[in-house]
């Protein structure tokens, strides 16, 4: 069912939309994409190199056992000496596909999203502590195409793997007998087209997940006509007519304040020249504070919040902390998660929701 909100939001986002969403960090990307892309670049390492690392490894097998008859191995430190030779060695020969998958990871990530980091996306979130919440992702629209897309990926690989190998079968009876290096040559050949094959596979099905991630993106950046149209107003007059607008903006959404403080979770005072109230339902990612004010405003808020039940927390240094860092109608920021999930879960095991904490 499509929410009303959702279906109001019918335009293009703007400009100035996008730019705010890609510095939150919200940007299509596929990780299919990126998986698919480190796929091909080892394959295509090993099909180059391949011989020359079949070489180097027989002469670390040859060297190790040379070196393993040596009577300096009786005592640890020489035993200690050969096992990080061996593991130098090998890791030599191994760099160069590391590299190689380190490289294209995070060119193809670059490519992407660009160059910009966005802490907002690696912050902890509320919302993922929140199970109703999770199971809601799991088993709702989202994780229906999840699933899909993961059934989908599996039988179109499995298909062309089973396709590239049956091809394959008639070939198989005529390396019976060949000594070990034509054998070793000709089965990694084989090998190596079918990988080349599934790579083919799974990149068709990376490109269509990145144009679903960017088509998902887009739609759930929509805006409302009026969204645009205020965007657009607010583009064309002058920096201080939108700085008063702002302020006024502010005011109103002051006054209007009151009103949701009986709908609050908790308030949190200190323990009267502060007030503080926040709201958490699961549906955001982290609470929000709906009102806040200091001395007779701090009052006020107090009231209200007496009167309609809600919990009252001293908490001075937090209630500070909110007041200064957190403006109107914003979530709590990252360095006060841990204080406020204290007060909420104290508040919500020992008191309920609309009950007064002494």
Known sequence: ?????????TEKPTGKRLAKARKEGQVARSVELNHTAVLVAVIAVLSFEAPSMLAKMEAIVHDGLARSGSPQLVGGPGLRALTFWGMRSFAGVVLPVLAAAAVTGVLVSVAQVGLRFSSKALQPS?????LVSGLKRMVGPRG????????????IVAGVAVTAVWSRVAHLGTLVGLPPGPLLGQVGGMVVSIAFRVAAAMSVIAILDYLWQRR????SLRMTKDEVKREA????????????LRKKQYEAAKRRMLVDVPDADVVVVNPTHYAVALRYDGAKAAPELVAKGVDHLARTIREIAEEAGVPIVHAPPLARALYRDVELGQLIPQELFQAV????AFVFRTAGRRRRVA
Not at 216 to 219: D, K, N, V
Not at 233 to 244: I, K, N
Not at 341 to 344: Q, S
């Open 341 to 344: 999930a204290e007060v909420l």
């Open 216 to 219: 998902t993106l887009m739609r």
């Open 233 to 244: 107003r607010e583009a064309d007059l002058a920096p201080e007519v939108r700085g008063h």
């Open 1 to 9: 069912m499509v929410s009303h909100n959702e279906a109001s939001s």
């Open 144 to 155: 229906a195409v999840e699933l899909a897309k993961s059934l989908a990926k599996f039988a």
């Open 126 to 130: 509320f919302q993922k502590l929140n």
